[in-house]
């Protein structure tokens, strides 16, 4: 009986809480994508972004681009092509997908912190 309490409440809580996930783009995703990744994916003169890619809104961010499939799977890190291509950008920039690409010489990779934040946003209920 307690039990079955505590997941009513909880279930109840979360669905209160639930996160704008918006506002939280706006907030704390876009500043980072915005120094790092718009460069490159976004439509300019007629092009299409960079992997057909566009990281300056979060309805394109979630689709993704062409190849990578979705950019967030929310509340799954390892289906989120955003996620991914970041982290190896600070755990392995040789790997083709990692992200910013190696081979850009004044590339800005996430910080830690800020692989965590992308994580947080993406875990976020
Ligand atoms: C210097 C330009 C450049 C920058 C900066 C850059 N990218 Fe890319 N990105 C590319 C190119 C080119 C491709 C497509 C070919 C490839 O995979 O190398 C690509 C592909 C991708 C893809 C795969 C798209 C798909 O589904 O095919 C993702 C996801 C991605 N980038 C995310 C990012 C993120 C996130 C950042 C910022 C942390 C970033 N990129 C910064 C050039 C860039």
């Known amino acids: 009986m307690r039990i079955l309490a505590l997941v009513s409440l909880l ?13 939280a783009f706006k907030a704390d995703i876009a ?11 976004q439509a300019k003169e007629g092009k299409k972004p ?3 890619f566009d990281a300056t ?14 950019g967030i799977t ?3 890190i390892s289906k989120s092509s955003l996620y991914k291509s970041c982290e190896l ?22 910080t830690k912190e800020q692989l965590a934040k992308l994580k947080a946003f993406i875990e976020a209920k």
């Open 89 to 110: 950008g600070i755990s392995n920039p040789d790997d083709d997908a990692a992200m910013p690409p190696k081979k850009k010489k004044d590339r800005v990779a996430l």
């Open 11 to 23: 279930t109840a809580s979360s669905a209160f809480a639930a996160v704008d996930h918006d506002a």
């Open 31 to 41: 500043p980072i994508l915005q120094k790092s990744c718009v460069g490159c994916h």
């Open 50 to 52: 960079k992997g057909g």
């Open 74 to 76: 929310w509340g799954d």
């Open 57 to 70: 809104s979060l309805a394109n961010v979630v689709k993704g681009g062409k190849e990578a499939g979705a």
